[in-house]
């Protein structure tokens, strides 16, 4: 079994050794450029090999999205806002859409969440105001991590949350440690699996997910960084390849990030220079996609003018 | 019954026309350069006179605050630490003590709250931790205004985790308005009566007392706003005054303010250019007297050593 | 000769008593929703008079940028980058235009001009790389106020830079005061005579005008504030309206006004709960429009794709 | 010669082989817990060994600082003022004393310089002033960098400024790359050598020394950043020693790090995840020992009453 450290699916699969493991199916496509790779785990063996639990994650990867392309921005935000809507359950009887922005302001690699909730277009309180015209969805949204840090935990805040607002649906934005550093800033995935503990840059200690909230979680989440360890274990590998050495046993690799973990370098992140503006980057693209999501009758022009 | 605007019960009280209310006493006396004022309401005729509930207003003024005296800071939180464990319940049974920063981040006068709620010394995550040496008492925070804005009330995710939570006590503050545009900065107000809709910068709309939410409230503020009207008034009396011109009549003043608050003007604020500066600071102030208030059993340098 | 306390020239000039004075030409148009109205101050006893400069005043008024319309917004950029690019001289030799953002960045109503700044799309230090294909203006920008609270003064700071860049033209934005608070938020005024001493939120201390620094200087402001001392003035005699009185002696509200300057309320402002989000819409529109008049070859999409 | 990516003299000698290099003497001694290392490069053979000028470098190390220890703190920006002060020179004439931080505000790691500007006491614009009564030296600060993304290379800033000021010393402060990720947020170097082109973790592309500007240069900077070229080939070099290898050859590991430079991963940077807290701690400690330095006649509690 490989030791990963890497919240994305698709990663995990790509690190296994086959291309075929049974309980698990994987597709790839493209659309407006934008590269889509879904991953099916179905059986609990292989969501053990792969360390991730059972359910559907979608991946889109976009490497123009780095160079602030505009119409790449464009492509990734409608196609996030297709899938989101494809995994929503309906939501009749006006209970609200809750939005969790996981992980801490303060930390920029682990703020992706609190940038997503700030651009959320938020509507619950509004609903019955007589100058609302178009037909809205109810959406509720909270940065939880803000509060992690004052003495109550990200998921007992959102657990407190759930029973008084009875929401349809969570949606959960978090920063994600990636394999490959050229994932950072350009790769989004979309699950509805939830909130595992151990995942995330900030290294949730308890789950969200159906199973303990009681509400169907979608999440979605970017990758801000690489552990170090992970990155040293790629560099030996990759090193190993330009000198043209047979390729390093699979074993040692594993070993060599297993002792880097334990010493102190193992838990120091490895990530662009830019990471401030990357994250505030992304935090746009994601809450345009969310945004459309959940407001399927507005035009983009109208959710920008009713956003603070 | 005069109209006023403050959310101090000592300007409700100077409102009035006689040194006298029955239902009402008043005392005066200094400590440390602070001057303090207590206003005890013990009927409902003259709470409704006053128009604040029944209950204790103790204030601190201290104008040398505003020219940031090291000495005058440290003298008004410590008696603020004094004062605010005075109304503190026994907290036997290891429930904690929520302190809530009501108002908003982003609008500069209504922010007071949330700077407390960051340099309040959260300890309820903490306190099984094994390099905890000191006696301590569980206190956690939140500032749900930043929440406000995103779709839940502030009283509402108030109420969920005092649910959730089972806090011994509530600590509110609060951003305030005054009567007088010189106590902006430099009175702080302290009361076991909670808050109240309507009041504070922010306008609440829901109250946060004991009775609505059974744990008891003590609630801290500080003016840094005078409404528009409020100042118009004052400036129309200040100007006959100075003109030796017989005192306008307090119904035609009424008038006046009514007026004013209808129109735009009237929901103007009236704040100092450097009130940005001025919040920080009262943020600090309160959040110590807070924090040693809570934590009797550790040093100042304790304190600071432990805030991240 | 009335006392006024306004950066506005075309109130300076509502504030006369008459609606004529030699040497002051006044026009009004309007635009796509945009009142205009220009000032032309031709002789020394009007600038005398009105207490402002010889010179051109064009003020662009709004009211339903208070509202953020979109199409309210994208016709005052658009109008703004059109009367910009008629103020501007030719810099046919490479020589850069120099954006100075006045103001404090730390006093939320001072803090107009960093913001521009901050959205100003600047070239001078890439206009050789290989990577640019455009036909683009040489443009550099500077938030000197941020330096101003360091021990230097913002105008000392900008003459070094003149003197070392040669701009051909300086574009300076700052916050303003105005007489009526309705203006603040949705007024912007466009002037060929530069800053001077006095003026502005910030009162600065020195000017900055061809005459003082030998380039040309353009200035753009809007009203954010309205001082505490003007506002009781126009209270006074908007309530004196309001009970029929007769109007009220001009000598005896300039009496009024200049009593209260020198006591502590006068330097109050008097400003909207919400000026942090004002201030921060202003900076977009008006950063548009100069990066619109500085940039005619490019289009929106390429200037924001420019942007960091 | 080895391949070194470390702005830190100390570390530069390390690398080295043997001990002992004709040109560099070394001397280490310890001061209440704070490790002290002075590297004097006092020949150019030497110089172009260590790839670093001729000059004096001494380096604080204090991991205690990591834990927030207060009296690793005190004894730090003690000994720092201390040497600052032993580095300046006499300024006699009113002259002031520049203090210049580096580095961009936005990019976390690289936010060390403006962070002290922003702590440090400057007092040239009120020198003058009446109700100054202490013995003062005259002090001003820029962070320049906040304006080198706006179209001004920092270091033309600062000449301009220099001509203009006509400062007796210029102090700088910038964040720099160590090749020990154990030495972030720990170690201050301070130099008498200036900024060289290609140093620091903004990687300068013009020098700011006594030979470009005419006026003496010290320089104070902290890793932040260890770059991920350079942590590959210590974790090879690690793993090596782990496995209990021969020690890997210097060139094939100098080989490694070329190659890992020109890939993408190269420039990634490798920082904790706690660098924003980092970076503000180390801010005040810095700025401490320079306020100290800078103001010998003023006690700590004085220079806070007077910053802003």
Not at 1 to 22: K, V
Not at 87 to 114: H, K, Q
Request: glycine share 8%; with cysteine; aromatic share 2%.
């Amino acid at each position: 079994m490989p030791y990963t450290r890497t919240d994305l699916a698709m990663e995990a699969f790509e690190n296994t050794d086959s291309g075929a493991i049974p309980g698990v199916s994987v597709s790839h496509w493209e659309a407006d450029g934008v590269q889509i790779t879904e991953v099916l785990i179905t059986d609990n063996e292989a969501a053990l090999q792969l360390d991730k639990p059972k359910g559907s994650y979608l991946t889109l990867e976009c490497p123009r999205l780095i160079e602030r392309d505009p119409d790449a921005r464009l492509a990734v935000s409608s196609l996030l806002a297709e899938e989101i809507g494809r995994l929503l359950p309906e939501c009749g009887d006006g209970a609200p859409v809750l939005v969790v922005g996981l992980g801490n302001r303060s930390i920029t690699p682990d703020s992706l969440g609190p940038g997503v909730v700030d651009r959320t277009l938020t509507t619950r309180h509004i609903l019955g105001a007589s100058y609302i015209q178009r037909q809205m969805n109810s959406v509720c949204a909270i940065a939880p991590g803000v509060l992690g840090v004052t003495g109550i935990e990200s998921m007992e805040l959102v657990e407190a949350l759930v029973k008084s607002l009875r929401p349809c649906a969570i949606l959960c934005v978090d920063s994600l440690a990636a394999r490959d550093s050229r994932r950072i800033g350009c790769t989004i995935q979309l699950t509805d699996t939830g909130i595992q503990p151990g995942a995330g840059v900030g290294n949730h200690r308890k789950p969200l997910t159906e199973a303990s909230v009681g509400t169907p979680v979608i999440s979605v989440g970017m990758p801000t960084v690489v552990y170090a360890a992970t990155l040293a274990r790629d560099a030996f590998a990759w090193l190993s390849a330009q000198n043209g050495d047979a390729e390093p046993h699979e074993d040692a690799l594993n070993d060599m990030e297993r002792t880097l973990l334990s010493a102190d370098i193992g838990e120091m992140i490895v990530t662009p220079r830019e990471i401030d503006a990357i994250v505030q980057d992304a935090a746009g693209i994601i809450a345009s996609g969310i945004n459309r999501a959940l407001q399927p009758a507005l035009s983009d022009a109208e959710i920008a003018a009713m956003m603070d």
